[in-house]
């Protein structure tokens, strides 16, 4: 079992400054991509920023040029930094991550772990 663990959260004013991080702990063979996700209320979940174990990332286009996703392998950590901020960047804010454990009996096993969410809300 994966856990991932989301924190720097809350609120800011619009063109504030937030850093996200997501530490994942657990059975971990290995950790592919890794990402952050946002639900705003009555909207669907959307893709944010990933990032890939040798360091390639993509961005949403609402976001590109504001926010900056990185990841420390060692510590299995990811974090977004997300620049001038705006009021529909308010929703909570999702880790996931693309891992591989090892299963009794079953061997090496991949599939994509999530966080349980941090609110980030921007005040105008």
């Known amino acids: 079992q994966v856990h991932l663990v989301e924190s720097g959260g809350g609120l800011v004013q619009a063109g504030g400054s937030l850093r996200l991080s997501c530490a994942a702990s657990?059975?971990?063979?290995?950790?592919?991509?890794m990402g952050w996700y946002r639900q705003a209320p009555g909207a669907q979940r959307e893709m944010v920023a990933t990032?890939?174990?040798?360091?390639?990332?993509n961005y949403a286009d609402s976001v590109k040029g504001r926010f900056t996703i990185s990841r420390d392998n060692a510590k299995n950590t990811v974090y977004l930094q997300m620049d001038s901020l705006k009021p529909e960047d308010t929703a909570v804010y999702y880790c996931?991550?693309?891992?591989?454990?090892?299963?009794?009996?079953?061997?090496?096993?991949?599939?994509?772990?999530w966080g349980q969410g941090t609110q980030v809300t921007v005040s105008s």
């Open positions: 996931n991550s693309n891992t591989d454990t090892v299963v009794v009996g079953a061997g090496l096993v991949r599939r994509n772990y």
């Open positions: 657990g059975s971990i063979f290995n950790i592919n991509a």
């Open positions: 990032i890939t174990s040798g360091g390639s990332t």
